[in-house]
């Protein structure tokens, strides 16, 4: 015995520094040869078994290379080794899991007959469970296992056998186990052997799966519907109830952002190209950022199959620019890279190339239409910017300029318009001056922006009065004002009632009596209207008004809430350094109640109406920087000699 334990050291020793690692059966002397060491017929399963209960895992990852050895060089082995080696599966490291599957994989047509004893007989049940995950890594079918399988699913009580026994179905793409899987779809008592059985269903891909599948798609349980959603997508058969059912879940927002996301790869799959304008309104309007992600890498997917993903183009370009989750900003401009390497372009080429705000289909039409605008323009002799704004104004608010914003501005939102005006109609003073951008917001009102290239921004600082805001006010079709904005201020809040929304109506409709152009839900958003694109709207104004109640607060911690998407971009200005006492808290239900970004801050206490009016001008006095009490005059230091 001391001779054996002496053997088993030195093999160890040169498992563990990995030297001499070869080993051999010698016939003459009927003794297997390891690392130079000969050990007898006798003693080899002995020293096998010690060396597979080592700790160190370079000893037991060459002691299972030599047993993968053994077995193909022995005609039979103790089933007291085999289950040592099947009870380790998924005890020890990652490494020593995959020469697990590595050796059955190798010796199946020997090994299998250990596997199905266990399956059948054994009342262990990790072995059990470790023997029948091991047929599953295999992924080769056997016909005697998998009737051993196929009954247990239906019969056996213990739930991690079950999952077990689905998992490995699903990796051998067993057809015989159809009708076991539908059954378990329909009435396993476990949500996890449900969604597994969908995803197993998914694998075989079998048509009599489709409704059930489809049935599926209303469990109780949020990770069966995620599975059931996948599934569809693999079997990869357009029908319409399929495909109604997977778009009434995307556009649900209600579902979990992964149901949602599973949905919108099923769609792909099947759908392809059709659904690029439907992953594109996800793109833009969803508050999941799974969603959002989802539909970018849908779109990268397709692109080599579709043309029209190029529809997508400046889409992508918003989101690189504008989402708050930096996570999309680099998958958008992933995106962008490849789609614009297809074109021969680099990022920045084709950036440049991308109008976000035409539609490409209508290229030719678009194009007559801004040759008329252009035209227009030529015959007007300007002197001044300040002309060529209001003229524009003119233009684009006549019954002719509405008709080039119907063609060219088909988001509803933005009309850009290139004009470009000879230096000989530009007075000395702009003759450095040759193409001004104007760019036309259709929402709040007329909004006006108006801004050069960056050669010109600090002449156009100077001389456009307009600035960066204004209102234009159009009746019967004609210019008649523009309306300069001194303070502007968007509302944060969320919809806790009717009676809470008419309170927060009442503060916005103030703000905007009393000069604030005030940047709220109920006043801009529409049918159709991308709510994203209005909360990113906060990068506009001077302050951010942030109605505290316990509400808002449960709805900033739910991911998939439009008040989570709206804190994410709040919080954001605060950390790039937007001036904390810009952010002002309007407590609706006491000081204590106000969000993480906000605590310890100093706000206006409204939570009594009566006191409305008195805390609305305070508000007012510090929108327009008249709070605080003014000192007097710094007097000179005291003669104290005295």
């Keep these: 015995m001391n001779d054996i334990t002496t053997k088993i050291k030195e093999i160890r020793n040169s498992f563990v520094r990995n030297i001499n690692l070869e080993w051999h059966f010698d016939s003459e002397r009927n003794t297997y040869v390891i690392s130079n060491i000969a050990i007898s017929k006798v003693d080899i399963e002995f020293v096998m078994y010690s060396l597979l209960c080592d700790k160190n895992n ?49 010796t199946i047509s020997i ?37 051993l399988l196929i009954k247990a699913l239906i019969e056996e009580e213990n739930t991690e056998i079950r999952i077990a026994i689905v998992k490995a179905i699903s990796k051998t793409k067993d057809f015989d186990a159809l009708d076991s899987l539908l059954i378990s779809l329909e009435k396993d008592s476990s949500e996890i052997v449900r969604a597994d059985s969908a995803f197993a269903l998914g694998e075989i891909r079998s048509p009599e799966s489709i409704q059930p599948l489809i049935k599926s798609l209303d469990d109780i349980s949020e990770l069966v519907k995620e599975k059931a959603a996948e599934a569809l997508g693999k079997l990869g058969f357009k029908e319409k109830e399929v495909t109604n059912k997977l778009l009434e879940i995307l556009q649900n927002n209600n579902n979990s952002p992964i149901l949602r996301k599973e949905a919108a790869w099923a769609l792909a799959k099947f759908s392809e190209c059709e659904i690029i304008p439907i992953m594109i309104e996800n793109m833009n309007n969803s508050f999941d950022y799974e969603v959002r992600e989802a539909a970018m890498n849908i779109i990268d997917y397709l692109q080599t199959k579709c043309k029209n993903t190029d529809e997508a183009l400046s889409h992508l370009v918003d989101l690189k620019k504008n989402d708050p989750e930096s996570n999309i900003r680099l998958l958008a401009t992933k995106v962008l890279k490849e789609m614009c390497k297809k074109k021969g372009l680099n990022l920045n080429e084709c950036i440049e190339n991308i109008d976000p705000y035409v539609d490409k289909k209508n290229q030719f039409w678009i194009n007559r239409k801004i040759s008329e605008i252009e035209e227009y323009f030529d015959k007007i002799k300007i002197n001044k910017i300040e002309d060529l704004i209001i003229i524009g104004i003119n233009y684009l608010t006549s019954e002719k300029g509405f008709d080039s914003i119907k063609l060219i501005d088909l988001y509803g939102i933005f009309l850009l318009l290139d004009l470009k005006i000879p230096n000989n109609q530009i007075n000395n003073e702009f003759d450095k001056l040759v193409e001004n951008d104007i760019i036309t917001k259709f929402m709040d009102g007329f909004r006006l922006t108006v801004k050069g290239r960056e050669k010109k921004k600090n002449l156009m600082d ?35 009632n009717e009676e809470h929304k008419k309170w927060v109506k009442k503060l916005a409709d103030q703000l905007m009596e009393n000069g604030v152009y005030t940047i709220f839900d109920q006043y801009s958003i529409r049918y159709g209207f991308s709510i994203p694109n209005f909360m990113n709207k906060i990068d506009e104004v001077d302050y951010i008004l942030v109605v505290c109640t316990s509400n808002y607060n449960e709805q900033l911690k739910k991911m998939d809430s439009g008040t989570h998407y709206e804190g994410t971009i709040i919080g954001g200005k605060i950390t790039e350094g937007f001036p904390r006492e810009r952010i002002i808290p309007i407590y609706r239900e006491g000081r204590k109640i106000s969000p993480p970004f906000l605590k310890g801050i100093l706000g206006v206490n409204m939570k009594k109406d009566e006191d409305f009016e008195l805390e609305f001008k305070k508000l007012l006095k510090h929108i327009y920087g008249k709070d605080g009490i003014k000192p007097p005059p710094l007097g000179s230091p005291p003669n104290l000699e005295d």
């Design 111 to 147: 090994t299998k007959k250990y596997l199905l004893k266990i399956i059948e007989k054994s009342q262990e049940l990790p072995l059990r469970n470790n023997s029948i995950i091991l047929y599953g890594e295999v992924r080769q079918y056997d016909s005697q296992i998998s009737q």
């Design 462 to 496: 100077q001389e456009i009065s307009i600035e960066n805001k204004g209102i234009m006010t159009a009746t019967s079709g004609h210019f008649t004002e523009i309306t300069l904005i001194d303070k502007t201020a968007f509302i944060a809040y969320s919809w806790d």
């Design 58 to 106: 370079y000893v037991l990852l060459n002691a299972l290379r030599f047993f993968e050895f053994l077995i193909k060089n022995n005609d039979s082995i103790d089933h007291l080794l085999v289950n040592k080696v099947i009870e380790m599966f998924n005890e020890g490291s990652n490494e020593v899991s995959s020469q697990i599957i590595h050796l059955f994989t190798a």
